[in-house]
């Protein structure tokens, strides 16, 4: 196999790896949990107050809008 080829799978898989974590931490974030319990990782929280929450899910949206 090339180097180039490897690099190419390497790239890719990291950024599979990259995309599966920022989603599942993000999900965490916007969870309504006091408890989350995710593979090895496990916390209690304070969970994000109801503005905050609101605030936070404007946000995401005004930014989809933008990349659109």
């Not at 107050?49 to 809008?65: K, L």
């Amino acid at each position: 196999m090339e180097a180039s080829a490897i690099i190419a799978i390497l790239m890719a898989s990291g950024s599979v790896l990259t995309g599966f974590i920022t989603t599942c931490f993000h999900s965490m974030s916007l969870s309504r949990c006091k408890n989350i319990d995710c593979f090895c990782f496990k916390c209690d929280r304070n969970v994000l107050s109801e503005e905050t929450y609101r605030a936070e899910q404007v946000e995401s949206r005004e930014a989809e809008v933008e990349v659109n």
